[in-house]
């Protein structure tokens, strides 16, 4: 297809899920999901806030994904996905024109080779598999919990740049990914880098991941850490998930704390309620760095309008131990974009998938 008809096709179903032909053994998705609602944060230093905010549950974006046909079970394949904040129109992920996700690769019965921009194997698993809340909404666990990368130099650090990802196929109910991110630091093949993987195993109602991440500091010294294991069980009336990380170094959703040693414990539940889903989760954050011990109680109510589109509300508290010096909180609570200002949030909007 010609470099013009496919433009006038992808003008054509921009308000719309569509996917464009661009050859004769491949195809080009257009797809991206709107999320805006109001938040009400309190118990910060400068007082309560109210805000209109973009990807309260998820974030905005828009993104293109598309794989060609190889031939004897092999396919390339690319994901090129931004980051949008729809209450301004601008760019997430410090402006970032595919902040996201941005990554190339191929795929055959043997597993997927993927290189870019891509989520970190400790993201995958407390975001994708875990977290009642998919970490976002005010109840993420995100606001306590790391999600595997340095979160100074990519908001909140699910994502690794300059990366290569290996990620295993599916076997006796056995998956695994392994990433390997350069730091492309001068003179050096430590600083900056980035170690990570996960294993994990799925079988009926029962699902549990092992995943690590590691980072090395821009001179190759020290190496920020961060390990989980935890998993979910549907019991028919809900889905039970637990989780149990161990986080040394720079993984923190405050930057207060510049070298956190803690461990985390979390438990929650998702309730199905026919068209509907009540969220749940309560977090223990155990410092052994000093006085920063931290819990968090959420609860979160999903409203399928659609396939496509659902109502949501959530409200989520935290509990600092560290002194609270001019209400200057350790740990604040934020959703799946916002960090947050305060000890407390409560959030209500839509979420529009396209």
Excluded at 169 to 190: C, H, I, N, Q, R
Excluded at 283 to 309: C, F, V
Excluded at 326 to 350: L, M, Q, R, W
């Amino acid at each position: 297809m010609k470099k013009s008809h496919i433009a006038a096709a992808a003008l054509a179903c921009a308000s719309a899920a569509c996917t464009v032909d661009a050859f004769a053994q491949g195809s080009v998705t257009i797809y991206g999901l709107a999320d805006l609602g109001l938040d009400l944060q309190s118990g910060g230093a400068a007082g309560s806030i109210k805000k209109l905010s973009s990807g309260i549950q998820n974030g905005s974006r828009l993104g293109f994904k598309g794989s060609e046909d190889l031939g004897g079970g092999a396919s390339a394949l690319f994901v090129l996905e931004m980051g949008i904040a729809m209450d301004t129109g601008t760019l997430n992920q410090s402006g970032r024109g595919f902040g996201r996700q941005s990554f190339v690769g191929l795929k055959s019965s043997a597993g997927a080779l993927t290189m870019g921009r891509q989520y970190t194997a400790v993201n995958n698993a407390l975001c994708g598999e875990i977290d009642p809340f998919g970490c976002g909404l005010a109840g993420t666990a995100g606001n306590l919990m790391s999600v595997g990368g340095t979160p100074t130099n990519d908001g909140n650090g699910s994502r690794t740049s300059n990366s290569v990802k290996y990620t295993a196929p599916p076997t006796a109910g056995f998956s695994g990914e392994l990433t390997y991110a350069f730091g492309e630091v001068a003179a050096s093949s430590k600083a900056g880098r980035t170690i990570g993987g996960s294993i994990g195993y799925e079988t009926g109602p029962l699902t549990l991941r092992l995943a690590y991440n590691g980072v090395e500091d821009a001179t190759g010294s020290n190496t920020a850490k961060v390990a989980i294991f935890g998993g979910r069980y549907n019991t028919g009336p809900a889905i039970v998930a637990i989780a149990y990380a161990i986080n040394r170094g720079a993984f923190s959703s405050n930057t207060n704390i510049t070298n956190p040693d803690s461990r985390d414990v979390l438990v929650g539940m998702t309730v199905p309620l026919g068209v509907s889903n009540l969220l749940a989760s309560y977090i223990k954050k155990s410092d052994r760095s000093g006085n920063n011990d931290a819990s968090q109680l959420a609860l979160g109510y999903i409203y399928a309008l659609s396939k496509r589109t659902n109502l949501y509300s959530s409200y989520a508290h935290i509990r600092n131990s560290a002194p609270n010096t001019n209400k200057v909180e350790f740990y604040t609570v934020g959703n799946a974009i916002d960090g947050g200002t305060g000890d407390s949030a409560f959030n209500v909007g839509i979420r529009h998938a396209f």
